[in-house]
T-cell receptor, first 113, second 109 residues
Framework: NAGVTQTPKFQVLKTGQSMTLQCAQD?????MSWYRQDPGMGLRLIHY???????DQGEVPNGYNVSRSTTEDFPLRLLSAAPSQTSVYFC????????????FGEGSRLTVL | EDKVVQSPLSLVVHEGDTVTLNCSYE??????LLWYKQEKKAPTFLFML????IEKKSGRLSSILDKKELFSILNITATQTGDSAIYLC?????????FGQGTRLTINP
């Protein structure tokens, strides 16, 4: 089982560039989410989705866009990268977006110069 | 606003010691609370707690939830160097899993 797959694992951007972090899951989970993790900050929710065609903002949504056209995929777009977006990003999915285990991808380390 | 506070933020003990990690929370529409262990990479799932007073156990780890006082604890007995990690507490509230800052646990041989 592949589980949750994120690409790329590492990326370096210049300020102002755009990019998309890809996330795919093969567990038929309705709920998917994106977190960023910075030192000493735990994981902070960026955006989440409870099903295809439905997305909502989390705690730190500014500077990020998402879409959910299929159950499997939940890409995260950085429209104009800033150094403050340097972080480790995790995509995660769950069968139940209210109580169940959240399954994580391996993470993507993004550096913005 | 959802809030999760873990304590202590950092803990250093000797191998064989017993540790207790604390988590207090305030979230809208609480449903369950999860504990994760994070080493170098992504968090790995430890426990899901939904009912007060029922202890969940897995080997040397155990956890309990108090929904009236809004806290949970994670106990690790007979600690080993492999227990060194960041431990994250996360309650589900209104379709959001809200993470605390984590407790960084270091076990010295």
């Amino acid at each position: 089982n592949a589980g949750v797959t994120q690409t790329p694992k590492f990326q370096v951007l210049k300020t102002g560039q755009s990019m998309t972090l890809q996330c795919a899951q093969d567990m038929n989970h309705e709920y998917m989410s994106w977190y960023r993790q910075d030192p000493g900050m735990g994981l902070r929710l960026i955006h989440y989705s409870v099903g295809a065609g439905i997305t909502d903002q989390g705690e730190v949504p500014n500077g990020y866009n998402v879409s959910r056209s299929t159950t499997e995929d939940f890409p995260l777009r950085l429209l104009s990268a800033a150094p403050s977006q340097t972080s480790v990003y995790f995509c995660a999915s769950s069968h139940d977006g209210n109580r169940g285990e959240l399954f994580f991808g391996e993470g993507s380390r993004l550096t913005v110069l | 606003e959802d809030k999760v506070v873990q304590s202590p933020l950092s803990l250093v003990v000797h191998e064989g010691d017993t540790v207790t990690l604390n988590c207090s929370y305030e979230v809208t529409n609480f449903r369950s609370l999860l504990w994760y262990k994070q080493e170098k990479k992504a968090p790995t799932f430890l426990f899901m707690l939904t009912s007060s007073g029922i202890e969940k156990k897995s080997g040397r780890l155990s956890s309990i939830l108090d929904k009236k006082e809004l806290f949970s604890i994670l106990n690790i007995t007979a600690t080993q160097t492999g227990d060194s990690a960041i431990y994250l507490c996360a309650p589900w509230g209104a379709q959001k899993l809200v993470f605390g800052q984590g407790t960084r646990l270091t076990i010295n041989p």
